[in-house]
C-alpha cells in the first residue's frame, strides 16, 4: 500500500528510523557539493588572491605572440638598481623557456678597442728601447721613433726621453763624441765631415760646436795619411789627373782645399809621381820663318 502524501519533490514518508537515514543522506550529499553558499564565497575569494600571486607560465617551447600585450617575460631592461649598480638586460629569444640576465656596464670606454694612454706609453718604451739595443740615438731620434708610435704625442714623446735620459741610456754629449771619433779615427774625414754628420743625427749646434772644439787639430796629418792610402789607385795616370782625383776625395772626405791639396802633392811626390811623368805637348807643324 503506498502513501497517497507522496508526490515530486517530496520524499517518501518514513518512520523515525527514516529519519535518520534521510538526515544522514543530506550530510553527505552536503560534504560531495563543496559546502554552504558562504564556504563557496571564502574559497573563491582566497582562489582569486592566489591567482594574482602566480608567476607567468613561460612555455617551454616557441609559441606565437601573447594577445593584449608584451608578456612580462619578455622584458627588454631592468630599471637601475640603488646606489649606481649597473643595468641588467634581460635576454629573451623566442621560443627558449627561461630569460638570460646580463649586466651592462655604461661606463665602458668610448673609444671601443683603442689603447689607452698607459698602453701607448708602454708600446713607445719598449719600441724605443728595442731601437736603442740595435744603435745609439740623439735626443732628437728618440723623439721621432716615439712619434711614430700610434697615439703617442708630442708630450708623451718629451716625457718618454726625459725618463730615459734620467736612467743615462740617451746623452747627445757622449754620443756626439763617439760620432766624431768614429769619423775621424775610421773614417779619416775631416772636421767639416764631422761637423756634417753632426747635424744630420739631429745634434744641438752647441753640443756640435763644443764636440769639434775638442778634437785634436791634426787635420794636415790626417789628410796626408789618406792620401797615402789612396795614391795606388792613381798609378798610372798623368800628375795632373792624378792630383785632381786625390784632392778631390779628400775634399769628399771634408777636408778643405787648403789642407787637400799640399797633401795631394806630398803623397803623389812620395809615391815618385812629378810633373816629370806628364805628357809633353806636341809641338805645332807648322814653322814660321822670317820675311826674306
Known amino acids: 500500500m503506498t502513501d497517497d502524501t507522496w508526490s515530486p519533490g517530496r520524499r517518501p514518508s518514513a518512520g523515525a528510523g527514516d529519519d535518520r537515514s534521510f538526515a544522514d543522506a543530506d550530510e553527505r550529499d552536503k560534504s560531495k557539493d563543496g559546502g554552504s553558499l558562504e564556504e563557496f564565497s571564502v574559497r573563491d575569494g582566497i582562489q582569486a588572491v592566489d591567482d594574482t600571486r602566480l608567476a607567468p607560465i613561460i ?18 631592461v631592468v630599471e637601475d638598481t640603488p646606489g649606481g649598480m649597473p643595468r641588467a638586460e634581460v635576454t629573451a629569444t623566442p621560443g627558449v623557456g627561461r630569460p638570460h640576465l646580463s649586466v651592462v656596464d655604461d661606463d665602458r670606454d668610448d673609444a671601443g678597442s683603442s689603447p689607452g694612454r698607459v698602453e701607448i706609453r708602454e708600446q713607445a718604451e719598449a719600441i724605443l728601447l728595442r731601437k736603442l739595443r740595435s744603435r745609439s740615438l740623439s735626443l732628437s731620434e728618440a723623439r721621432a721613433v716615439v712619434r711614430g708610435v700610434d697615439g703617442a704625442d708630442d708630450s708623451l ?79 798610372g795616370k798623368e800628375y795632373d789627373a792624378a792630383l785632381r782625383r786625390l784632392a778631390g776625395q779628400l775634399s769628399r772626405r771634408g777636408y778643405p782645399s787648403s789642407v787637400a791639396l799640399p797633401a795631394a802633392r806630398t803623397a803623389l811626390e812620395e809615391a815618385g809621381i812629378g810633373r816629370s811623368r806628364s805628357f809633353s805637348r806636341p809641338s805645332s807643324g807648322v814653322r814660321f820663318s822670317p820675311d826674306q
Do not use: C, N
Not at 59 to 76: K, V
Not at 184 to 203: H, N, W
Open 157 to 235: 714623446a718629451d716625457e718618454l726621453v726625459d725618463h730615459f735620459v734620467d736612467l743615462g741610456y740617451l746623452d747627445d754629449a757622449a754620443f756626439a763624441e763617439q760620432l766624431a771619433m768614429s769619423a775621424v779615427e775610421r773614417k779619416g774625414e775631416g772636421r767639416r765631415a764631422v761637423a756634417e754628420t753632426l747635424r744630420k743625427r739631429g745634434i744641438p749646434r752647441e753640443v756640435a760646436e763644443e764636440t769639434l772644439a775638442a778634437l785634436p787639430d791634426d787635420d794636415a796629418e790626417r789628410a796626408l795619411d789618406f792620401a797615402r792610402s789612396k795614391v795606388r789607385g792613381v798609378e
Open 59 to 76: 612555455p617551454l617551447f616557441g609559441t606565437g605572440a601573447q594577445p593584449g600585450g608584451e608578456h612580462p617575460s619578455r622584458r627588454q
